[in-house]
């Protein structure tokens, strides 16, 4: 079952103009949701978190928007750059059941390519 | 500050061999996470360890084994290894909050 889903596994998007990425999750336990970026060859690194006490969050270009009552997020990068072409994964946390540690759920992934 | 490192970059094995991934951090992180990456299938925990002398499995931890070998270092172990364990594995520290910093990865391939 698969609990943190990104539907759209790449978007491209011309430079200059908006990208949204969007992330689904099913676990209302979920308590911090993250974006990883990826270019290929080399690890994911961390863009910008939000907590499920808030409903935005924004960090230069990148913005990420929660509704929890849909359970949906999704991360803006306005404007839109070539360098941003890469993978991006939505992730979700909660304490687990022994509450001693933090564990990350990940999507699947979507490909942004952003056009010159 | 080299972060996350992690050896081999490569590695091919045939079915049956075994093999130990390694992973350092010099962040003096507490929690350390090994996971794998699959074509379509985002990224999978196989093991983590909360602190230096505890691991847990994850999602995905049949076929490994891991060691916390310091608070540095934390070890993949593959007994016997499939060709199901062909994959991209990455190692990962916190040390507070839910920021995971990554290791550049290790591409294993299984004949």
């Known amino acids: 079952d698969q609990q943190v889903k990104q539907n759209s596994p790449s978007l491209s998007v011309q430079e200059g103009r908006i990208s949204i990425l969007n992330c689904d999750y099913t676990?209302?336990?979920?308590?911090?949701f993250l974006w990883y970026k990826k270019y290929p060859a080399e690890g994911p690194t961390f863009l910008i978190s939000?907590?499920?006490?808030?409903d935005k969050n924004e960090d230069g270009r990148f913005t990420v928007f929660l509704n929890k009552s849909a359970k949906h997020l999704s991360l803006h990068i306005v404007p839109s750059q070539p360098g941003d072409s890469a993978v991006y994964f939505c992730?979700?946390?909660?304490?687990?059941?022994?509450?001693?540690?933090?564990?990350?759920?990940f999507g699947k992934g979507t490909l942004l390519t952003v056009n010159p | 500050n080299a972060g996350v490192t992690q050896t081999p970059k490569f590695q091919v094995l045939k079915t049956g061999q075994s093999m130990t991934l390694q992973c350092a951090q010099d962040?003096?992180?507490?929690?350390m996470y090994w996971y794998r990456q699959d074509p379509g299938m985002g990224l999978r925990l196989i093991y983590y360890?909360?602190?230096?002398?505890?691991?847990d499995k994850g999602e995905v931890p049949n076929g490994y084994n891991v060691s916390r070998l310091n608070k540095r270092e934390f070890s993949l172990r593959l007994e016997s290894a499939a060709p199901s364990q062909t994959s991209v594995y990455f190692c990962?520290?916190?040390?507070?909050?839910?920021?995971?910093?990554f290791g550049p990865g290790t591409r294993l391939t299984v004949l």
């Open positions: 962040m003096n992180h507490n929690s």
């Open positions: 676990n209302s336990m979920f308590d911090y």
């Open positions: 939000i907590s499920s006490i808030k």
């Open positions: 360890s909360a602190s230096e002398g505890t691991t």
């Open positions: 992730a979700a946390s909660r304490w687990n059941s022994g509450g001693s540690n933090y564990k990350l759920t």
């Open positions: 990962a520290s916190r040390i507070r909050g839910d920021t995971q910093y």
